[in-house]
């Protein structure tokens, strides 16, 4: 017999794919300029010209070291740039011995929960939320805790949070800025979280983790800023992705900190190298490990994602639709004109707008609409979302 669970996985693909499938099809039939895709959050930005200057450059290097084998958790002289470059802008004193090397953000959180997990652990997250947290959550023998949204501005409910935490806690997962809210927490937020945690370790004589996901760090509007959280909280470990930052998504590049003030860090640091190699996440590639390097302290214009988030609020709350203005990331949370997303979501489909319900989100009631898209498909969906709105209207 074949892991049941391993079939359920890959015979229910996510929402997200699901639509974004439907889209390639429905575009042959239509045209491509006829369907309103809004459901992946593929960066439309080009990537910085840093990066392709510095592939042209490592390309003259020799192939047995660009192309070869680096060691398991990367690049020593990768690992400590890395380290330098984030000291420079956070003012933290990591060295490239806290860096492991990852195939971007979902193999960083992937190697996290599973290096910390044993049988009957917990791990919390703050709807909406990342699909995929509950399939590595699960996957690793854990259960998910889903505190429930904060619907006012997508903060986190502390009172929601303090009824979730409990002695089999082991870590709690936060994605600043949020996919798919665009929220920020706020310095505020991150320092009663970490007050909190601190007192509940106490109180329970446990460690409990708390995981940062960020590969949204660069992208924020109007002077946001996201703190960075190993400075408030020492059980802190960051999962970082340049998919977004450089828009290299296919290049699957990244890592994971785990900082010396963590209790027993050499021990975390040893367990997550052993969870990479359990689940074969070793040597990430090398050729991108080198060009990152490279490009530290670069990240692409936004000001495109910042337009396409102007038009696209503006636009839909003048046509009378609901959502708190993200601060980061490239998404609008919008609340379905009808309770049940799903079918607000097919309505939309009627008119070649594709959204995705926020149900996988953990938020029923709402959709996601990723705006890093062309500003042509924004201005041009406009008539397609004032039509569905008119429909519900009528009823």
Excluded at 166 to 172: A, E, L
Excluded at 380 to 395: G, L, N
Aim: proline content about 6%; overall charge negative.
């Amino acid at each position: 017999m074949i892991n049941e669970k391993m079939y359920e996985y890959g015979s229910k693909s996510s929402v997200i794919r699901e639509l974004f499938s439907y889209g390639l099809e429905r575009k042959k039939v239509v045209g491509e300029d006829k369907v309103y895709d809004f459901s992946l959050g593929n960066p439309s930005i080009p990537a910085p010209a840093e990066v392709k200057q510095a592939i042209l450059e490592l390309l003259e290097e020799p192939a047995e070291e660009l192309h070869g084998y680096s060691p398991a958790s990367g690049d020593p002289a990768v690992k400590q740039e890395l380290a330098e470059a984030v000291n420079r802008r956070y003012g933290t004193h990591f060295t490239g011995d806290n860096f492991y090397m990852t195939v971007g953000a979902a193999a960083s959180l992937n190697i996290t929960i599973q290096a910390l997990t044993n049988s009957g652990d917990e791990f919390i997250v703050f709807a909406p939320f990342f699909p995929e947290y509950q399939v590595w959550v699960e996957n690793a023998g854990a259960v998910l805790r889903i505190c429930p949204p904060n619907l006012k501005d997508f903060q986190m409910d502390f009172a929601e949070l303090e009824k979730l935490l409990n002695p089999k806690t082991k870590g709690i997962i936060i994605n600043s800025p949020n996919n798919p809210s665009g929220a920020v927490y706020s310095e505020e937020t991150i320092l009663r979280l970490s007050a909190l945690l601190k007192e509940k370790q106490k109180e329970y004589g446990t460690q409990i983790y708390l995981i940062t996901d960020e590969p949204y760090r660069e992208i924020v509007y109007g002077g946001v800023a996201v703190p960075y959280v190993t400075k408030y909280y020492a059980n802190t470990i960051v999962c970082y992705s340049y998919s977004k930052s450089l828009s290299l998504p296919g290049e699957r590049i990244g890592y994971i900190i785990v900082p010396d003030e963590m209790t027993e860090s050499k021990k975390v640091m040893a367990a997550v190298n052993g969870a990479g190699r359990a689940l074969g996440y070793v040597c990430a590639p090398v050729l991108f490990q080198k060009v990152v390097a490279k490009c530290t302290g670069v990240t692409g214009d936004i000001s495109a994602y910042e337009r396409n988030r102007e038009l696209l609020y503006n636009g839909l709350t003048e046509l009378g639709y609901e959502c708190v203005q993200p601060q980061g990331a490239f998404y609008l949370f919008v609340k379905s004109p009808e309770p049940d997303a799903n079918a607000f979501s097919e309505k939309a489909k009627k008119y070649d707008v594709l959204i995705v319900p926020g149900d996988s989100f953990g938020c029923p009631g709402y959709v996601r609409i990723s705006y890093c898209v062309a500003e042509k498909t924004i201005v041009d969906a406009m008539p397609a979302f004032a039509k569905i709105m008119e429909e519900y209207r009528s009823v």
